[in-house]
């Protein structure tokens, strides 16, 4: 394994028999995927390496396992440094009478949550539900078209820091549901899922690691990627109803049609597939890439030191190049998609969002002191707090998970 020192490396006889931790495994075109959900690690293994890891399970030597490989595909294959590889994966638990040493699981987010309680989330009758609610609400919207939402449906309060605030807690607590949806898709599923915040360009978002999902059946991971998107919908598709039912001039109304409009809002932003959104992963599994994300940029960099012709990449190969053809024609459609959505986002950022942000800010240290009034005060505290606290979480995580990385 790369970066692993040799010294480092597990003395293996060929006499030695391994045992290997819980793995899972599952065929992907002429790949197979075998991991252990303990520690979600996961590795994409030829056919020889998926047998390989079968006999060693069986309890066969590391010899005999050579050996059957050699009888089976008539090549000679270091089953050797194979164990090693896997070993350095975190997927031996002994070599020998020696055991090797074990990376501590990160913890599951709700452990309580356990996969029998939650497995109707994988019930094809919860889809067709998905499905029946938006197209119910769009017929109620097409007699009713003064109930489809639109900005000012956002401003339902003359009062600015009302408004502001409330809109903080429904998005947040609309966020922690869509997470919560993908995270009961994947533990009905086996998968452990974990919550946390993360960045993606200039947004603050909340993520599901549910790294494991890749060894459950296609539909299970297709339900697991869009649980979140489906919550949403069906959130605002059954607020569509009790709008219809209750009179437009009531408090009640205009926060219900706000709540509606928070719960669609983020549903545009899964669109943008370059920032690694839940559709994102929906393509990756459709177009069986790896590592969409990771193949893609580096084929746009080698690109662009190409263009710019960068005196260290001339003779250097395009790293999409040694990839199936399945995937390598959607990695380089994908990079060009990476390159103008992100483009596209930090424009934006400069020339609209970080401008806006800064007169807010601005704005509101200047509204408070006591010669301002209560309301002005009210006002300026709810946009500091608020938008304030967003780019300092936003800085906040953003430098937790890049030390997480580099550590």
């Known amino acids: 394994m790369r970066g692993t020192a040799a010294k480092d490396r597990p003395q293996i006889e060929p006499s030695a028999r391994v045992l290997l931790h819980d793995l899972g495994i599952r065929r992907d075109r002429d790949e197979?995927?075998?991991?252990?959900?303990?520690?979600?690690?996961?590795?994409?293994?030829p056919a020889a390496g998926a047998r390989a890891v079968e006999l060693l399970g069986r309890g066969v030597s590391v010899a005999g396992t050579a050996d059957l490989l050699r009888a089976e595909t008539g090549e000679e294959l270091d089953v050797e440094d194979f164990v090693r590889d896997?070993?350095?994966?975190?997927?031996?638990?002994?070599?020998?009478?020696?055991?090797?040493?074990?990376?501590?699981?990160?913890?599951?987010?709700?452990?309580?949550?356990?996969p029998g309680a939650v497995r109707f989330a994988l019930h094809p009758a919860l889809a067709v539900l998905a499905v029946l609610l938006p197209l119910a609400a769009a017929g109620?919207?097409?007699?009713?078209?003064?109930?489809?939402?639109?900005?000012?449906?956002?401003?339902?309060?003359?009062?600015?820091?009302?408004?502001?605030?409330?809109?903080?807690?429904?998005?947040?607590?609309?966020l922690f549901a869509h997470e919560l949806a993908h995270l009961v898709t994947a533990r009905a599923a086996g998968v452990p899922g974990r919550m946390r915040l993360g960045?993606?360009?200039?947004?603050?978002?909340?993520?599901?690691?549910?790294?494991?999902?890749?060894?459950?059946?296609?539909?299970?991971?297709?339900?697991?990627?869009?649980?979140?998107?489906?919550?949403?919908?069906?959130?605002?598709?059954?607020?569509?109803?009790?709008?219809?039912?209750?009179?437009?001039?009531?408090?009640?109304?205009?926060?219900?049609?706000a709540v509606l409009l928070l719960a669609l809002l983020p549903l545009p932003f899964q669109c943008m597939v370059f920032t690694r959104t839940d559709l994102y992963f929906v393509l990756q599994d459709v177009t069986g890439c790896r590592n969409l994300y990771g193949d893609g940029l580096a084929h746009a960099r080698h690109r662009l030191r190409r263009l710019l012709r960068v005196r260290r990449?001339?003779?250097?190969?395009?790293?999409?190049?040694?990839?199936?053809?399945?995937?390598?024609?959607?990695?380089?459609?994908?990079?060009?998609?990476?390159?103008?959505?992100?483009?596209?986002?930090?424009?934006?950022?400069?020339?609209v969002t970080l401008p806006a942000d800064l007169t807010l800010l601005i704005r509101a240290a200047r509204g408070l002191g006591p010669d301002q009034g209560l309301a002005r005060n009210a006002d300026s505290a709810a946009v500091l707090i608020v938008l304030g606290g967003v780019n300092v979480l936003w800085l906040v995580t953003h430098w937790r998970n890049r030390r997480r990385r580099s550590a």
């Open 140 to 174: 109620i919207l097409v007699r009713r078209p003064d109930l489809v939402p639109c900005y000012r449906d956002l401003l339902w309060s003359p009062h600015g820091s009302l408004v502001l605030v409330t809109g903080a807690l429904v998005g947040w607590a609309l």
């Open 313 to 351: 990449s001339a003779g250097t190969a395009d790293p999409s190049a040694g990839l199936p053809p399945h995937e390598r024609r959607a990695v380089r459609l994908y990079s060009l998609v990476l390159v103008a959505g992100t483009a596209a986002c930090l424009a934006f950022m400069a020339a």
């Open 199 to 257: 960045t993606r360009l200039q947004f603050l978002v909340m993520q599901t690691d549910i790294s494991g999902i890749e060894l459950a059946p296609r539909r299970h991971r297709l339900t697991a990627y869009l649980a979140g998107i489906a919550l949403n919908l069906s959130v605002a598709s059954a607020l569509v109803p009790v709008l219809a039912l209750t009179d437009a001039a009531t408090t009640l109304h205009r926060v219900l049609a």
């Open 86 to 114: 896997l070993a350095a994966l975190g997927f031996v638990a002994r070599i020998g009478d020696r055991p090797v040493p074990d990376a501590v699981p990160a913890r599951a987010s709700l452990p309580w949550l356990r």
């Open 32 to 45: 197979w995927i075998v991991g252990r959900m303990a520690t979600r690690t996961f590795v994409a293994l």
